[in-house]
Nanobody, 122 residues
Framework: VQLQASGGGLVQAGGSLRLSCAGS????????MGWFRQAPGKEREFVAA????????YYADSVKGRFTISRDNARNTVYLQMNSLKPEDTAVYYC????????????????WGQGTEVTVSS
């Protein structure tokens, strides 16, 4: 599966953004999807993940209650709605796909999008 992330940009603290990740291929709905982020000088970290039918979701504690992951398998797209953004949310955000069980570990995702940059100003 090929992934294309979009929707990043510059936003003030407290604002919102919605990231999208479009996948190719007829098997998109069979993949668990995740969002990760990497801030300058830091390691890539887990943000959110969603099961193949969207029934199960996981969030990092740092974004719980502010971010929402969802998917539309008819459109081969997964979304990350980000509200109440903070400067510490500034990072390049990546979407990723894996088969098998849902996971919060980047090393377990086989397919990655190119990343979309989010900058939150204070």
């Amino acid at each position: 599966v090929q992934l294309q992330a979009s929707g990043g940009g510059l936003v003030q603290a407290g604002g919102s953004l919605r990231l999208s990740c479009a996948g190719s291929g007829r098997t998109f709905s069979s993949y668990f999807m995740g969002w990760f982020r990497q801030a300058p000088g830091k390691e890539r970290e887990f943000v959110a993940a969603i099961s193949w039918r969207g029934v199960t979701t996981y969030y990092a504690d740092s974004v719980k209650g502010r971010f929402t992951i969802s998917r539309d398998n008819a459109r081969n797209t997964v979304y990350l709605q980000m509200n109440s953004l903070k400067p510490e949310d500034t990072a390049v955000y990546y979407c990723a796909a894996r088969s098998g069980a849902i996971s919060t570990y980047a090393s377990e995702y086989a397919y990655w999008g190119q990343g979309t940059e989010v900058t939150v100003s204070s």
